[in-house]
């Protein structure tokens, strides 16, 4: 893991076992107080605190609410599999910078790009396929909407 310097170099940030106890540890309750992951990983509060906002700085991890977006109103959530023109990763960073992605990844296969959506409805969705293919680099995209989420987990920790 990497941290960056005042002048933008980036240095090594340690990641021993208690770095990855404590990401365990956030990982089963992100509402975990440091006092009660201090006592699992055996250090003090203030080291806990600490330890984790050197982890949430260095972009390791992020504490968050994870939602279900169709009990938040949106109809429609749909992977999209883009193949792309000249440079894939300019490409993905221009479908990356949408809104609506909330998950957008370079990868190996009949895909160059594959990018998460969560749209209001048929209509929203349609719209952000249409943005998505208008974006510079976009040669084809495949749609694959989802019907049903059977699981959804954020806790595979940290091996």
């Not at 790009?113 to 048929?122: K, L, M, T, W």
Request: proline residues 3%; hydrophobic residues 40%; glycine residues 6%.
């Amino acid at each position: 893991m990497t941290q960056s310097a005042p002048n933008g170099a980036t240095h090594a940030l340690s990641m021993d076992d208690t770095s990855k106890a404590i990401i365990e540890q956030l990982q089963q309750d992100g509402r975990r107080s440091y006092a009660a992951i201090g006592k699992a990983v055996g250090l003090s509060e203030a080291a806990v605190r600490q330890r984790v906002q050197k982890l949430i700085d260095s972009k390791v991890m992020q504490v968050v609410a994870v939602t279900d977006p169709m009990q938040l109103g949106f109809k429609r959530q749909a992977l999209l599999g883009i193949r792309s023109t000249g440079d894939i990763i300019a490409t993905a960073d221009r479908i990356a910078a949408l809104p609506e992605v909330d998950y957008c990844v370079v990868v190996a296969g009949p895909s160059d790009i594959i990018a998460e959506v969560i749209c209001a409805n048929d209509e929203d969705l349609l719209r952000i396929i249409t943005e998505i293919r208008s974006v510079e680099g976009v040669r084809e995209t495949e749609t694959f909407m989802y019907l049903s989420l059977r699981k959804q987990e954020y806790n595979w920790g940290t091996r």
